[in-house]
């Protein structure tokens, strides 16, 4: 316990006296200095514009076609089907176009009409908002 303690009393001096030994010069920078520094970097290139961050580091968002290539290429993508409907209401009908067509029917909505009329004549049918009862038992009424 005591060696600890021993250990962190020096830990604690070397880290004072070690900052003296890496902190700057105090030795304040006259305003003609830091003129003359500023245009040296300004002619190098190594200043940023203002408000914007470091030269050089976005990548470039310019194209390497002219605006009628890309509208020429769009319409080309467009007329060979090439290209797919915005949004996700587009595939979400899609989806719902290739269930349907793998679910269908074998009955017509006519058809379909009177089976339902027949089964609530027959009294098989549940009574809107009531629990669904097995197929052997009445409907409650």
């Known amino acids: 316990m005591k060696t ?3 250990l962190g009393a020096v ?3 070397l880290a004072v006296f070690s900052q003296t030994a890496f902190a700057q010069s105090t030795e304040p ?3 003609e200095q830091r003129k003359a520094e ?3 970097l300004n002619k190098a290139g190594k200043l940023a514009p203002a408000g914007q961050g470091p030269i050089g580091s976005a990548p470039s968002t310019s194209s390497d076609k002219t605006r009628m290539e890309r509208k020429d290429t769009a319409k080309a993508d467009i007329k ?3 290209t797919k409907p915005a949004g996700d209401a587009a595939e979400m009908k899609t989806d719902k176009m290739e269930k349907a ?3 269908g029917s074998d009955k ?3 058809e379909r009409k009177a089976q339902t009329q027949a089964d609530i004549k027959a009294g098989t049918t549940q009574p809107a908002g009531e ?4 197929v052997s038992l009445p409907p409650k009424k």
Request: charged letters at 10%; glycine letters at 4%; proline letters at 4%.
């Open 4 to 6: 600890q303690v021993a």
């Open 11 to 13: 830990v604690a001096a």
């Open 29 to 31: 920078v006259s305003r």
């Open 38 to 40: 500023t245009a040296e």
């Open 80 to 82: 060979a089907g090439a």
């Open 101 to 103: 067509a793998t679910v």
């Open 108 to 110: 017509t909505r006519a």
């Open 131 to 134: 629990a669904a009862n097995p």
